[in-house]
């Protein structure tokens, strides 16, 4: 059953078949092959959506839309170009820092990366810095989004492993900013060799009132924070506050929002949410066949094969995780793994909020190289720089990135004493 699903799936993502319906129709293939009424697959489809945690994806995905359109993006931008922009190779610093702040209210990497790619590489260029490293530096900064919360990713994260989406998105903070100071570092090591010049001098007027001007943009992540931890709200409705504070924020605190634009910012982030929730739901009959034909258990037996020691489970782990995440969607290999991963993960005590973080930043750092590389594409189309230029100039991001990986891997309280320090 399982060789049957996988062939067929790889035959039609080779074919160039979408992924839901190559999903959905490798379920299908397997069914009917197996004499399994079909039924079983839409009855699949429909139970795979019945989670009430999904409904925050629709919201948080709103919410970010809303503030990238009020123009957040320039705001933050000019509140840590206020900040470090006076340092040598200040307006790379502005890039990372910036994708932290953004990261906070988006939860997207390719919301951030192609909102962060308009604004910031013409102005790196405009200072001095090679095209092709300012493009790398974006993308690989566009990171941070699934990880700092809110995250779309770890909202599906929690729905597959039944695990709480608050610890996970506490979880994500310390791991974040590793992930952050990584970037810095390369960044700082990169400048100094190319003799990357200085911005403006130091304004302390112009950091206040940058500040004041972005503060209402700053307060939207600790909202989500402090409503988790305190208990006062689930996911989803947190995220129904998030985007109506966005919404608020947009049209009467910055008023770079008008109704005439709400139609179509509503019709984009129901685009968005339907391309994620058709995956979702086409996964769930493949991972049900997964789960019949004993995916889970055998993929058990194969890696305590090799070795029962946690440390090097984890290891081969991230290098398969790093594999697929540059052949195959980041949604789809969450909800096909996640169900196969996480008997083993519990079988070796490692805890299913750590490893959460584990896995999403190892599939999103596939999203940086080829094939599949969406970062890589948004970044290299916007700016329209080639993707030879590109994959030459992002190599010492990717080995920054893998050393923060290894780094959140083998130090598991930096995700978990957060989560426990809030609790």
């Not at 160039?16 to 079983?40: D, F, K, M, N, R």
């Not at 750092?365 to 290299?380: E, R």
Request: aromatic share 8%; charged share 10%.
């Amino acid at each position: 059953m399982i060789v049957t699903l996988v062939l067929v799936l790889v035959l039609m993502l080779l074919i160039g078949v979408p992924t839901a319906y190559a999903l959905a129709a490798s379920a299908i293939a397997v069914i009917w092959l197996e004499g399994i009424p079909l039924t079983i697959a839409v009855q699949r489809m429909t139970s795979g959506l019945q989670s009430f945690p999904l409904l925050a994806i629709p919201l948080f995905i709103l919410a970010g839309t809303l503030m990238n359109s009020s123009g957040i993006s320039e705001r933050l931008f000019a509140l840590t170009g206020a900040l470090v922009g006076h340092i040598r190779g200040g307006m790379a610093y502005v890039n990372v820092l910036t994708n932290v702040f953004m990261s906070g209210i988006s939860g997207s990497s390719l919301a951030d990366c192609a909102a962060t790619t308009r604004v910031f590489v013409p102005q790196m260029v405009k200072h001095g810095f090679d095209k092709g490293f300012s493009v790398a530096l974006t993308a690989s900064s566009a990171v941070l989004a699934p990880v700092i919360p809110p995250s779309i990713l770890l909202v599906i994260y929690g729905w597959q492993a039944n695990v709480s989406i608050g610890d996970l998105f506490v979880a994500g903070i310390v791991p974040g900013l590793v992930i952050a100071i990584a970037l810095l570092g390369t960044v700082a090591v990169i400048t100094r060799q190319r003799g990357f010049g200085r911005g403006p001098d130091f304004s302390g007027r112009a950091l206040l009132s940058s500040f004041f001007d972005a503060s209402w943009a700053l307060l939207m992540p600790v909202i989500i924070i402090v409503g988790f931890r305190m208990g006062i709200f689930t996911a989803t409705e947190v995220a129904a506050i998030a985007a109506g504070y966005a919404f608020v924020v947009g049209l009467f605190v910055y008023r770079t929002l008008s109704f005439r634009e709400l139609p179509d910012i509503f019709a984009g982030a129901a685009r968005d949410t339907s391309s994620i929730l058709i995956i979702a739901a086409t996964a769930a009959p493949f991972g049900w066949i997964l789960s019949v034909g004993q995916a889970p258990q055998q993929m058990l037996s194969f890696l305590t094969g090799v070795s029962d020691n946690p440390f090097v489970i984890l290891l081969l782990i991230n290098i398969i995780l790093l594999v697929l995440g540059t052949f195959m969607e980041t949604l789809v290999l969450i909800i096909i793994l996640v169900p196969i991963l996480l008997p083993l993960i519990q079988s070796l005590g490692i805890d299913p909020v750590h490893f959460g973080i584990v896995m999403i930043i190892n599939l999103v750092i596939g999203q940086l190289t080829p094939p599949l590389g969406v970062l890589m594409y948004v970044t290299c189309g916007i700016s329209g720089t080639s993707i030879g230029e590109f994959i030459r100039a992002i190599k010492p991001f990717l080995i920054a990135l893998i050393i923060a990986l290894l780094v959140i891997t083998y130090i598991p309280a930096l995700a978990l004493y957060p989560t426990a320090l809030l609790r």
